[in-house]
DNA sequence: CAGCTAAGTTCAATGACCGAACTGAAGTTG
DNA sequence: CAACTTCAGTTCGGTCATTGAACTTAGCTG
């Protein structure tokens, strides 16, 4: 048997863990809900070998669990968008992320806290709200930083856009740093449905030149 | 960095799967969770290395998901069991694979169904009884062969005592002569008691000649 | 006491992962 | 327009993890 499959196994979570139990893959799915849509941005926040990252995004692609298409601005720039089958993952991600929480904690509190966006309840392990105990899906949940957050960590251009409140599976929207905007906006889902300003909006990427 | 470790992340989920995310972990849990306690029924279902096993089983211990103490029968024979904290695991456990259900079948259908024990309703990815819809933990579900169970498959003596119904937590079980249900039973209040001890007896498999 | 079983450990070969360097295509700058 | 930069990977040698088989240790059992 290959090291990373379980020919033996006759069983769903087997079949799971096929797709996503290899090393950096939830890691990769996680971004992913945050809105990261690009390889270097993925590089950048998870630190992962080039090569394994590569090689993930290829599999969870082949898989369905993402797409890879060019960007309308950027044609040579691919940008990797969650499927809705990737999507219905987030039961699963947001159950393990929780008991992490609960069970490994972080010295100062959690790093992020996830809230429903219309009642302001924060989620437990099973994605009910704990104000108005409705199940809660991706769409509807805001990531926020949480107590723990530790800005001395990660001070590239990725973690920085992700310090700010933002929705799930809305796109990081990747805007130059430069006062002289030369180059095209690329055009990105954010855009085609954006969010109203007061509600919460996608975040910026600032580049550090 | 280590090839097991996530250094840079600073995240409840990278450290979730520091303990749970490696190859094996989650279906060994799996299988605790199924009653199964001895090392070489671990490793009769599993079908891993011996080696590899026996150091999930140790990480597991050391990160408190599950306690190995003596059988009180047999004190060189140990056993390991879930604590709470592994139990929590459950909504995690259960949304991955009812993902995997979903998203990655198995032809025929489910190998094994998952339902509420007083109500007899099937779970969820979030764990709610799809009958009455309440949350659900391990304790009050009952894991039965679903209709793509292969009987070709599986001819070990563990894989055989997992054919039957069985709830979740609770200690592995064969009598050889005791006919069992071919349906889940609705719930009563002795099936959440220990079992008495005549209909239990020690933990036995029936060997295949 | 010889044989059996359960619970591991040891070991050589193979595969996966890591980090750094490299490639090639496209856009940007002087 | 040539040099430079950015992006999205690929290549590669060294290290670590996994595999499968053989071996060890300890407590029964006939």
Known sequence: MLPKSYDGQDCSLA??????????????LRDAFYGIRHFSDFQTHLGAPRAVLSER????????????????????????ALTDKGRALWPALHALRSWGEQHAPAPGGPRRVFVHD????????????????QQVGP?????????????GLGQDAVSTALTRPHRLGQPLTVLAAAPHPT???????????????????????TRVP
């Open 139 to 151: 769409e509807q949940v805001l990531a926020s930083p949480g107590p723990g957050l530790n800005p």
């Open 57 to 80: 995004l290829r599999t969870l692609v082949e898989h369905g669990l993402l797409t890879r298409r060019p960007d309308p601005g950027q044609p040579s720039r691919p940008v990797y």
């Open 183 to 205: 180059r095209p906006r690329p055009t990105t889902q954010a855009d085609v449905r954006p969010t109203p300003p007061e509600a919460i909006g996608p975040h910026r990427l």
């Open 118 to 133: 219309s009642c302001g309840g924060e989620l437990d392990a099973t994605s009910v709200c704990g104000t108005c105990r």
């Open 15 to 28: 079949r799971a863990l096929e797709v996503v139990g290899e090393r950096w893959t939830l890691l990769v």
